[in-house]
């Protein structure tokens, strides 16, 4: 789904701020390994080797406390196949992005009567936000972490993304930070604190939808696209949401971008007036 994009997204271009927060220390190399692990494939969502350490650092994002097999198991596949093909000792850490009371997002072993293995579980909404609103890589999971006034701490995010100096990865991060935040605030919110205009020059959030329409998931491209304009103009009216599940391709890849001009109902009804 596009929030996992996202994470390792983020994971794979800032991989030293991610290894800084989680480790506590600083290499001077994270090469970014192969996530897909061999004999029957599975694809992990982050996979660095560290230098000077020379250890595994192993990442999974979970929005979603059910896994199927189990989070537990998984992680000790993981772990069996990294150390058998790296050998070297592996550090490994679930992250939790949405608050949840399941006992997966509190459980951090694996038991059978001759196995004991354990990894590590970072629940984002326990996180002091600190360290990761002084990283601009980090910013977007700030949105997710401890806060007595979670709107307070969306302003804050709103603050950090402004001081980023470079465009390009502003409208890169703020895109991110924009995707994550809908975990946890409502549209309206999330409308209210970030700016828009700057996410049209985002090549992640064309990228979420084009990829989506792309890998055959039309279905969550359409989602993402209706959340958007929902944040945008507001509840959308029956008759064109039904406009909109018709587009084509092409369309709904033009009506992502074009949406973040728009002021109200009737631009989105003169847009697919002209589509048709």
Not at 60 to 77: C, G, K, T, W, Y
Not at 114 to 134: G, K
Not at 235 to 259: D, H
Request: with cysteine.
């Amino acid at each position: 789904m596009s929030v996992d994009n996202i994470c390792k997204y983020l994971s794979e271009q800032y991989p030293e701020s991610f290894v800084n927060w989680i480790l506590g220390v600083t290499t001077t190399d994270a090469n970014i390994l192969k996530s897909e692990l061999t004999v029957e494939p599975i694809r992990a969502d982050f996979v660095a080797l560290l230098r000077p350490q020379e250890r595994i650092l192993h990442l999974e994002f979970q929005v979603e406390a059910i896994s199927n097999p189990p989070l537990p198991l998984r992680m000790l596949d993981y772990y069996v196949r990294l150390y058998r093909q790296y050998n070297r000792p592996v550090d490994q850490f679930v992250i939790f992005l949405k608050r949840t009371g399941s006992t997966a997002a509190y459980t951090d072993e694996f038991i059978t009567d001759s196995i004991t293995y354990r990894y590590r579980v970072i629940r984002l909404w326990e996180q002091d936000p600190a360290p990761l609103l002084a990283n601009p890589a980090l910013l977007p999971l700030a949105t997710l972490a401890q806060a007595d006034s979670p709107n307070t701490l969306l302003e804050q995010v709103s603050t950090q993304l402004d001081m980023i100096e470079s465009r390009e990865q502003r409208s890169n991060i703020s895109a991110c930070v924009e995707i994550l935040a809908g975990l946890r605030f409502e549209e309206s919110i999330i409308r209210q604190y970030l700016r828009e205009d700057i996410m049209k020059e985002s090549v992640i959030y064309q990228g979420i939808i084009r990829e989506g329409i792309q890998q055959g998931k039309q279905e969550e491209a359409l989602s993402f696209t209706m959340r958007l304009l929902t944040r945008r103009i507001g509840e959308v009216a029956p008759q064109l949401q039904a406009q909109i599940q018709n587009l084509t391709t092409p369309q709904l890849e033009e009506l992502g971008v074009a949406l973040l001009d728009f002021n109200n109902a009737d631009e989105l009804a003169a847009w697919l007036q002209n589509q048709s």
